[in-house]
């Protein structure tokens, strides 16, 4: 579910929706770390953070090349005039090798995410957490900053500043987040140092 409404939320217009959809990057690292929390061991937690990870990009995938996404996976009909975008091989490669980079980070950092969250789940230790809601934290800044000092236009990797009120409401938004998230692993930890 999270993958394909990401690519949804990515194809609405250049606002505050496809800012988050389409642009924010962090918010896919809870992905695995949530994977994580929810296994008993290690193993599985590792494993389970990066099929996670990958089922989330192959359904951001599958709803690019959806009828909701206007690709139609049958011929175009009889007499039908006008565009007719039909699912092909060579579309779902180009779709998949788009991804590359997230596929290839899903693999190296997933199991890494999902042994922090595993980790927490079982030590209840807030520096476990702590990276991945800074993560989500910072992004925003790290962005602003890269359009500030002109290094925001990488290839591959597009890490700049929105220009519209929405996006840019949308930045905003995901810094407080992080911040909240920052702010609840703080509580968790000081509520169970209380307990013991």
Request: charged share 10%.
């Amino acid at each position: 579910m999270f993958g394909a409404t990401e690519e949804r939320l990515g194809s609405w217009g250049n606002g505050f929706a496809h800012q988050v959809g389409g642009q924010m990057s962090a918010l896919w690292l809870l992905v695995p770390f949530l994977a994580g929390v929810t296994q008993a061991r290690r193993t599985s937690a590792m494993t389970i953070a990066v099929v996670a990870s990958w089922v989330s990009l192959l359904a951001y995938v599958a709803m690019n090349l959806s009828p909701v996404a206007g690709v139609h996976w049958s011929s175009r009909p009889v007499g039908l005039y006008g565009t007719w975008n039909e699912v092909s091989m060579a579309m779902v490669s180009a779709a998949l090798l788009s991804q590359w980079p997230w596929f290839v980070g899903a693999t190296l950092l997933g199991p890494f995410l999902g042994w922090l969250g595993w980790r927490w789940r079982t030590e209840w230790r807030w520096l476990l957490a702590l990276p991945v809601a800074l993560m989500i934290a910072v992004e925003p800044a790290g962005r602003w900053l890269a359009s500030s000092i002109g290094v925001n236009d990488v290839p591959w990797f597009p890490f700049s500043w929105p220009s519209t009120s929405g996006g840019q409401a949308a930045e905003i938004s995901e810094a407080l987040t992080g911040l909240s998230l920052v702010v609840i692993v703080f509580v968790i930890h000081s509520r169970k140092r209380r307990v013991h």
